[in-house]
């Protein structure tokens, strides 16, 4: 297969790892018997420093060119200033938004090497495996009105929060055809006491649910959810919700793995590349860590398994997909740790050892 990558290494510690993972999908390439064209394209705070905007105009071309879209991370203290008038993650947005990618699926399964790293007690963890579908190109994110301006002598702010029916049903239908291939069972979470836009979300859910007879279907309320994935996430499979809610709700279950720097994600919708496939973005949940940037220390486990996802999904490479996924699980089996992990390895080791993983399982086509 012949495949063309958009990379977009971004900020912070992003061109650590999306160069890991370009190696690691070279890998693949070399063992497999494919050609990955993949070209880095500026994206966020790297982007704003260099031609004055978060997402120029040629890198969303060649995103919306491309088979599949790679990116490392955005942001950082030098463009925190909430006064600023172009922020790294208005380049995140507007990427998701430009590809219509409308569905983040974000997939928790604690490694066991790794249990103890997580702040809950073991024996709640051992058997989580759950996936979460996080709406992504509408909701309080991109809902209009958007401003802040100054009226009787302070200063105000609003941000909407709006949804469509159809906006709802595509992200459900999704979630609910992943619960039946997994473990049949679909958590809906919304604010459905408070919000209109949530009832909307509760009431489109129900009807979707009648097409699916052979899932459950259970609502929680989001602050319920919160606790639950505390109290008991292994009762979870697939969870489904709103943009905002889901932003919040998968940095915590982040915890149940030990650190966000393992966990991966591919955004889908309905727009196909050139082999028939979903043009999906892939991204590690973990932000840009400025705090390490540049030391060489980066955890790529969550780009990885993103690349992972990305020859599932938008390459439909199967067999090269769980090949990576078992070269990750493998190296961490040995003990090759980064310093978030309790361990020493650096980048650079960790990926070396995942590929030397890869090539000795490796059954050329």
Same mark, same amino acid.
């Given at each position: 297969?012949? @495949?063309?990558? /958009?990379? &977009?290494? =971004?900020?912070?510690? *992003? +061109?650590?790892?999306?160069?890991?993972?370009?190696?690691?999908?070279?890998?693949?390439?070399?063992?497999?018997?494919?050609?990955?064209?993949?070209?880095?394209?500026?994206?966020?705070?790297?982007?704003?420093?260099?031609?004055?905007?978060?997402?120029?105009?040629?890198?969303?071309?060649?995103?919306? @060119?491309?088979? /599949?879209? &790679?990116? =490392?991370?955005?942001? *950082? +203290?030098?463009?925190?200033?909430?006064?600023?008038?172009?922020?790294?993650?208005?380049?995140?947005?507007?990427?998701?938004?430009?590809?219509?990618?409308?569905?983040?699926?974000?997939?928790?399964?604690?490694?066991?090497?790794?249990?103890?790293?997580?702040?809950?007690?073991?024996?709640?963890?051992?058997?989580?495996?759950?996936?979460?579908?996080?709406?992504?190109?509408?909701?309080?994110?991109?809902?209009?009105?958007?401003?802040?301006?100054?009226?009787?002598?302070?200063?105000?702010?609003?941000?909407?929060?709006?949804?469509?029916?159809?906006?709802?049903?595509?992200?459900?239908?999704?979630?609910?055809?992943?619960?039946?291939?997994?473990?049949?069972?679909?958590?809906?979470?919304?604010?459905?006491?408070?919000?209109?836009?949530?009832?909307?979300?509760?009431?489109?859910?129900?009807?979707?649910?009648?097409?699916?007879?052979?899932?459950?279907?259970?609502?929680?309320?989001?602050?319920?959810?919160?606790?639950?994935?505390?109290?008991?996430?292994?009762?979870?499979?697939?969870?489904?919700?709103?943009?905002?809610?889901?932003?919040?709700?998968?940095?915590?279950?982040?915890?149940?793995?030990?650190?966000?720097?393992?966990?991966?994600?591919?955004?889908?919708?309905?727009?196909?590349?050139?082999?028939?496939?979903?043009?999906?973005?892939?991204?590690?949940?973990?932000?840009?860590?400025?705090?390490?940037?540049?030391?060489?220390?980066?955890?790529?486990?969550?780009?990885?398994?993103?690349?992972?996802?990305?020859?599932?999904?938008?390459?439909?490479?199967?067999?090269?997909?769980?090949?990576?996924?078992?070269?990750?699980?493998?190296?961490?089996?040995?003990?090759?740790?980064?310093?978030?992990?309790?361990?020493?390895?650096?980048?650079?080791?960790?990926?070396?050892?995942?590929?030397?993983?890869?090539?000795?399982?490796?059954?050329?086509?």
């Amino acid at each position: 297969m012949k @495949a063309i990558i /958009a990379c &977009l290494p =971004g900020d912070g510690i *992003g +061109p650590e790892v999306i160069e890991a993972t370009q190696t690691v999908l070279q890998a693949v390439a070399n063992a497999y018997g494919h050609t990955f064209e993949m070209e880095n394209y500026p994206i966020g705070g790297a982007a704003i420093d260099q031609y004055q905007t978060p997402l120029p105009p040629f890198t969303l071309e060649a995103c919306q @060119a491309a088979d /599949a879209v &790679l990116l =490392g991370a955005v942001g *950082g +203290p030098k463009w925190d200033s909430p006064d600023a008038p172009m922020r790294p993650e208005q380049g995140l947005l507007a990427i998701r938004k430009g590809l219509e990618v409308f569905a983040n699926l974000r997939p928790v399964k604690p490694h066991p090497r790794l249990l103890h790293a997580s702040p809950l007690k073991m024996e709640k963890i051992a058997e989580v495996d759950l996936i979460f579908v996080r709406e992504l190109t509408s909701g309080i994110y991109f809902g209009q009105p958007k401003r802040r301006w100054v009226e009787a002598g302070e200063e105000r702010a609003v941000d909407t929060m709006a949804y469509t029916e159809s906006e709802v049903r595509r992200v459900a239908k999704l979630a609910f055809e992943l619960a039946r291939q997994r473990k049949r069972k679909v958590t809906s979470i919304d604010k459905a006491n408070v919000l209109e836009t949530s009832r909307l979300w509760r009431k489109v859910v129900n009807e979707v649910a009648k097409d699916y007879p052979q899932v459950t279907l259970e609502h929680l309320l989001v602050d319920a959810a919160a606790m639950y994935l505390l109290q008991r996430p292994a009762s979870f499979d697939v969870l489904v919700t709103e943009n905002m809610f889901g932003d919040i709700l998968t940095d915590e279950a982040s915890m149940l793995t030990g650190s966000m720097g393992n966990m991966a994600s591919a955004s889908l919708g309905d727009t196909q590349n050139r082999h028939g496939r979903p043009r999906g973005l892939y991204e590690p949940i973990h932000g840009s860590a400025p705090d390490i940037a540049g030391k060489g220390i980066a955890n790529p486990v969550g780009t990885i398994l993103s690349a992972a996802l990305l020859l599932r999904y938008s390459l439909g490479l199967e067999r090269e997909a769980e090949a990576v996924e078992r070269a990750v699980e493998e190296t961490l089996n040995l003990g090759i740790l980064s310093p978030d992990l309790g361990g020493s390895a650096n980048t650079a080791a960790m990926t070396r050892k995942i590929i030397e993983q890869l090539d000795a399982a490796a059954i050329p086509t």
